[in-house]
C-alpha cells in the first residue's frame, strides 16, 4: 500500500514537472497569436513593459521548481526500490 501511494505521489510530481515545463511555451504561443500571453502583457507583445529582469528571473524560479521536483522523483523512486528488496529478502 504505502509502495502504491509513493508512486501516486510520484506521479503527481511528474505531471506538475511538465506542467512546468510547459508554461513557458503557452505563453510565448498566446503572445506570437496576439494575446495577452495569459495576463503576462495586458496590452499585447507591443505595449509590454516588462523590466528586463523578468525573462531571467522567470527562468530561474522555474528551472528551480523543475530541478526540485526532478531531484523528489528520484528520492521517492529510491524509496520504493528500497522498500520492495526489502520485502524480498530471503530469511534464515
Not at 505563453?27 to 513593459?49: F, K
Amino acid at each position: 500500500m504505502t509502495v502504491l501511494l509513493i508512486r501516486v505521489l510520484a506521479l503527481l510530481m511528474t505531471l506538475a514537472a511538465i506542467a512546468i515545463a510547459a508554461v513557458p511555451l503557452l505563453i510565448l504561443i498566446d503572445l506570437l497569436s496576439g494575446g495577452t500571453g495569459y495576463g503576462l502583457c495586458a496590452g499585447g507583445i507591443e505595449a509590454c513593459h516588462r523590466p528586463y529582469s523578468a525573462g531571467p528571473e522567470l527562468m530561474l524560479v522555474m528551472s528551480g521548481a523543475l530541478f526540485a521536483l526532478v531531484l523528489g522523483i528520484r528520492l521517492l523512486m529510491k524509496v520504493v526500490r528500497r522498500l520492495r528488496e526489502d520485502s524480498y529478502q530471503v530469511t534464515q
